[in-house]
């Protein structure tokens, strides 16, 4: 099925840990995002990738990196785990032509735990 | 800067009752607005959408139309169902400019309907 996927989808990690949270998409779209989930926040944008080959920062990047292997895959990065980062990440992936209306598809997410 | 304002949850209601959920927003330029829903468990879902003034987005009974003029995008059903339990988020996007594409998410309204 087409859409976006999201490994792992359940994680714990230690205090100082490093992990890599991947994401791929397979509607040919041009633009990936990495979002957190809060309780009482809402989505925050973490990272986000335009095009291929380029990455910027959205409302919250302290503590995380991002890589935009290819066209299909963004990947997030955690070097030093904190606790603070307990959370639930989704991917998401969007198309850049108007006809599209730039929709968004989602991951199901990835749930981290920092203990 | 851009933002979206969404009544605080949780809603209960029972079933077969009248939905309102409020969500206004405020842009720098001519937005996109759209709902989403998240099913437990799950990732996020567009409900509907309208991309200009007056435009009424529609899907599965609900129902929302988007007032420039008081800048909001209620969203609305007649009658609901216990299926219809999940977390509602209003979001808008800006369709020229730097974050050509991005969404901007309110903070979510978790919505429980009992039989």
């Known amino acids: 099925n087409a859409g976006v996927t999201q490994t792992p989808k359940f994680q714990v990690l230690k205090t100082g840990q490093s992990m890599t949270l991947q994401c791929a998409q397979d509607m040919n779209h041009n633009s990936m995002y990495w979002y957190r989930q809060d309780p009482g926040m809402g989505l925050r944008l973490i990272y986000y990738?335009?095009?291929?080959?380029?990455?910027d920062k959205g409302e919250v990047p302290n503590g995380y990196n991002v890589s935009r292997l290819n066209k299909r895959e963004f990947s997030l990065r955690l070097e030093s785990a904190a606790p603070s980062q307990t959370s639930v990440y989704f991917c998401?992936?969007?198309?850049?032509?108007?006809?599209?209306?730039?929709?968004?598809?989602f991951g199901s997410g990835t749930r981290l735990t920092v203990v | 800067g851009n933002s979206v304002t969404q009544m605080e949850g949780p809603v209960t209601l029972s079933e077969e009752a009248f939905l309102t959920i409020n969500c206004t927003y405020t842009?720098?330029?001519?937005?996109?607005l759209f709902w989403y829903v998240q099913y437990p468990g799950e990732g996020l879902q567009l409900l509907l959408k309208?991309?200009?003034?007056?435009d009424k987005g529609s899907n599965k009974g609900f129902e929302a139309t988007y007032r420039k003029e008081t800048t909001s995008f209620h969203l609305e059903k007649g009658s609901v169902q216990v299926s219809d339990s999940a977390v509602y988020f209003c979001?808008?996007?800006?369709?020229?400019?730097?974050?050509?594409?991005?969404?901007?998410f309110g903070r979510g309204t978790q919505l429980t309907v009992w039989p």
């Open positions: 309208a991309t200009k003034a007056d």
């Open positions: 979001a808008l996007r800006l369709d020229r400019g730097s974050t050509l594409g991005r969404l901007y």
């Open positions: 842009a720098t330029g001519y937005p996109s």
């Open positions: 998401a992936s969007s198309g850049k032509d108007r006809a599209s209306n730039y929709g968004y598809t």
């Open positions: 990738s335009a095009s291929e080959g380029t990455t």
